[in-house]
Every structure is written in C-alpha cells, then in structure tokens.
C-alpha cells in the first residue's frame, strides 16, 4: 500500500479515537447536579470494567479453561481484597500451570 | 483543594507505578497487534505508527482489517466510532473526577491517553485526579503499547506462545482486581458489576443481539447497569466510599 494512503487511514482512525476521548472530558467542566446522572456516572466504571471482562476473559488464552481458572483465582483474590499486582500475578500463573497440566506445548 | 508540589510529584510517581502493570499487560497484547499488522502486509513503521497515534486495542486490530481490505474511508469513521464510544463515557465520568489541575489544555492532552486500563485506574483513586496523576500512570502504558507493537512487527513470533497467553489475562485480572473488593462492601456496585457482566454474555451468546458489534454491545450493557442501580441506588450515601 502507498504511503499516503497508509498515513491517511492512520490520521482518520486516529481523529476519531481521539475525538470520542475528547470532546466529553474538555466539554463537561461543571459539576453535574442532576443526582441521578452522578449516580450514574459512579456505576458507570465498575458497569463498563465487568461488561469488559465477561466473557471476553474467556477468550484471552489458548484454552477456555486456563481462562476459567485464571477468572475463578482472580476473582477469589480480589474478593479477598488482594491488591490488583497480586492478583494480576497470581491470574499469570494459573494461566501458565493451567496450561501445563492441560497438555499445551510452550 | 490545593495540591502542593510534593503532592504533584508523589502523584505523578503514583500514577507511574501504577502504570506499570498495565505496561507489562500491553507489551504483550500490542505484539500481538504488531504481528498481525505485518502479516497483513503494513510495514513496521506503519504499524507503530498506528499503535503510537491511536492507543487502543479493537479499534487497531479492525482498523488493520479494514485497511488492508482497502475499504472506505467512511467505514473506517463508522468501525472507529462503534468500537471505541465506550471512551466517550469513561471521559464522561473522568470529567466528573478531574481536579483544578487539569486545565484545558491538559484535558487536550490527557484525553489522548484514556485507555480501558488507564480509565480503571483513575477511577479506583480516592477523591479527585490530577493531571500529574494522568500522566504519571499514562507513560508507561503508552511507550509500551508503542515498543511491544515495534517487537512484534520487527521480531514476531520470537515471544514464546504460554509466555503471551499467561500475559493476555493481566489485563483482565487488573480489571477484576478494581472492582470486586468495592463491591464487596457495597450491595449497589455488586449488583452493576453482576448486571453489567450477565448483559455482556447475554449479547455474545443470545441470538440476534450477538450481531452487534462488541463495542456497542458493550455500551448498552454498562449503560444499562449503572443506569438501573443510578434508579434504585442513588449515590448520596456511597458517595464518600471507596471509589
């Protein structure tokens, strides 16, 4: 492919990722009053992170069950109160054993 | 509520370590991005051009897809737009955690960085966020999304698959790190996080409605979520919890 055209489907994608990004964070400078949309607004990570791990999770690995291990041991950590690196690490390995005693060549 | 300048370094220096991580998680996700950018024909520097410009996981991988097919500009616009509106709510809600520090211009510049882990991250801080928090956790983050995709592009294939595999879950456990110990003490954001996570499977597995793009699938899940507990759990009385 030429050049400029390379550079210019790299521009448009860029432009619009950025502008999805910007535009709310430099528009909304006040507070927002409306209690309901502050409620909304709280949920709205923890809404957006939990859609995001299920069931994508299950997909990240080579083999659906290391990624249920790692689900179920990252899940059991943090419900414990683990810190996030802990349980990072901990999700890494299950991964790397799960696979192991799945029979997955390295 | 005035920072001084400590503060503003030990933001900054917080927001690094934080990011490291996230780094770790990218390297390897982004080599993967590098790879298939490769195999698909784009020459290395495109491809880390691609990752340094744009920052974001799906939007690059259907991005490359859609360049290589040499569609339309118009349905790069759209594919963009559909994959990526997620970012216009965490930018919403970031908006809304922004402290005094973050000015226009640095709100410009800060916007740049809002990945999913980024996002995460600034939202599990107590109180407000700083810019210096911003960029502190962006840095690592974005240099590393940028290097792994150069690794990749460069020298594909010479990262061990159980190596890439175990690592492509970092981000996910980073994720459930962030919100399972909040709802452990709070009912309402158990109950998003139970909605938000039962939504999405539903829209991957449930006729018809798995058609959907997962970008925009996803957004109906969580605006769904946070929308039904804003009704029944209005904030007030979390407001001072551990966000």
């Not at chain 1, 550079?7 to 502008?19: E, I, K, N, Q, S």
């Not at chain 1, 990624?67 to 059991?76: E, H, I, R, S, T």
């Not at chain 2, 018809?208 to 209005?234: D, E, K, N, Q, T």
Request: proline share 4%.
């Amino acid at each position: 492919m030429e050049t400029d055209k390379l550079l210019l489907y790299t521009g448009v994608m860029a432009l619009v990722t950025y502008l999805i990004r910007m535009l709310p964070l430099a528009l909304i400078r006040k507070k927002i009053e409306s209690p309901l949309i502050r409620s909304f607004l709280y949920y709205v990570p923890y809404a957006v992170l939990a859609a995001m791990i299920l069931p994508d999770i299950l997909y990240a690995t080579r083999s659906f069950w290391s990624a249920a291990a790692a689900l179920a041991v990252g899940a059991g950590l943090a419900l414990r109160g683990q810190k996030l690196i802990v349980v990072a690490i901990f999700a890494c390995l299950t991964v790397f054993v799960a696979e192991l005693l799945l029979g997955i060549k390295l | 509520m005035n920072h001084r300048t400590t503060n503003h370094k030990k933001d900054f220096f917080q927001g690094l370590q934080d990011g490291i991580p996230v780094g770790l998680g990218y390297l390897s996700v982004s080599f993967s991005f590098g790879v298939m950018a490769v195999n698909m024909g784009l020459p290395v520097w495109s491809a880390v051009l691609i990752s340094l410009s744009n920052v974001t996981s799906a939007g690059q991988f259907a991005g490359i897809g859609l360049m290589a097919a040499g569609a339309p500009l118009v349905e790069m616009v759209l594919t963009q737009l559909v994959i990526n509106i997620r970012y216009s709510l965490m930018s919403m809600s970031l908006s809304q955690k922004a402290d005094k520090t973050l000015t226009s211009l640095h709100r410009f510049l800060v916007a740049f960085m809002i990945t999913d882990e980024i996002f995460a991250l600034a939202s599990q801080r107590e109180g407000q966020v700083s810019r210096y928090y911003m960029y502190g956790v962006g840095l690592i983050p974005v240099a590393s999304w940028t290097l792994g995709t150069f690794l990749g592009a460069a020298a594909g294939g010479l990262m061990p698959e159980a190596l890439r595999s175990a690592l492509n879950v970092a981000l996910y456990a980073m994720f459930i790190a962030i919100i399972l110990p909040p709802a452990r003490h709070s009912r309402p954001v158990m109950l998003v996080v139970l909605l938000a996570g039962a939504g999405s499977c539903f829209m991957r597995y449930a006729p018809v409605v798995s058609r959907l793009s997962s970008g925009f699938a996803m957004i109906l899940c969580a605006v769904a979520a946070a929308f039904v507990a804003a009704m029944r759990y209005p904030v007030e009385e979390v407001e001072h919890g551990d966000r």
